[in-house]
């Protein structure tokens, strides 16, 4: 972590990889709040694993499709522990189906949570964010490299992350905060099951013939909002077994 009192706030981190990447904070040494949507037993359970490692834990209930819930969430964080140090966008959905069939609703929600939610986290966590500040997105490896139909919406919202982070690398740099964006691939979760009847291709994709688990994408995370990560920032890190080699 970037000092002894490091503050992180995780969005979407009640479950997968969100969770992974909260335990992993909290395992580095920092006090860590996190937002979800619905699941508040699942969010209680994780706040307990993050205080029986002797950090303290804000669950917070905020849609990211609402940007001022957000904000608020930010504000919270840095009111409740007391600053803010990293911030990781990492809520998400996966909204794939044909192309023709996507209403403007669910463009609009898969646009709000995925690219204008991180816009405005950021936004809000600026005032707080000093010298070793972080700023980590979760993107999708499939945003280089789409291996099947459905993903029009999905590609959209989430390639929006990458240009937008290397534009706030060079904006924050002068500031010392670091900005990044992590691409896992398939990764065992809810929203992607390892036991899945997709699952099977998309392990044939694997170069090392295994499905991603939460911690392989939370590790290089912990790695990049700790004092080993101070260089590197403007980078798209790609974390999907090879799947996209
Ligand atoms: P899961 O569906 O397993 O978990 C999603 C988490 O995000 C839950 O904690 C959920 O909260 C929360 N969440 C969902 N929507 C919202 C919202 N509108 N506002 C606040 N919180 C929300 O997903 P994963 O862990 O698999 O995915 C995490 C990230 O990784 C996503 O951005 C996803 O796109 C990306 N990713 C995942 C891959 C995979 O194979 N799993 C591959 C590539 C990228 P609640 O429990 O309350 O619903």
Known sequence: MTSSNTVALVTGASRGIGAAIARALAAAGADVAFTYQHDEVAAKAVAAEIEASGRRALPIKADSADAAQVVAAVERTARELGGL????????????????????????????????????????????????????????????????????????SKSALNGFTKALARELGPRGITVNLVQPGPTDTDMNPADSEHAATQREFNALGRFGAAADVADLVAFLAGPSGRSITGAILTVDGGTNA
């Open 85 to 156: 140090d990293v911030l990781v966008n990492n809520a998400g959905i996966f909204p794939a189906k044909p192309y023709a069939e996507f209403t403007l609703d669910e463009i609009d929600r898969a646009l709000n949570i995925h690219a204008r939610a991180a816009f405005v986290a950021g936004q809000a966590a600026l005032p707080y964010l000093g010298d070793g500040g972080r700023i980590i997105s979760i993107g999708t490896n499939l945003s280089d490299r789409a291996l099947f139909g459905g993903l029009s919406l999905y590609n959209l």
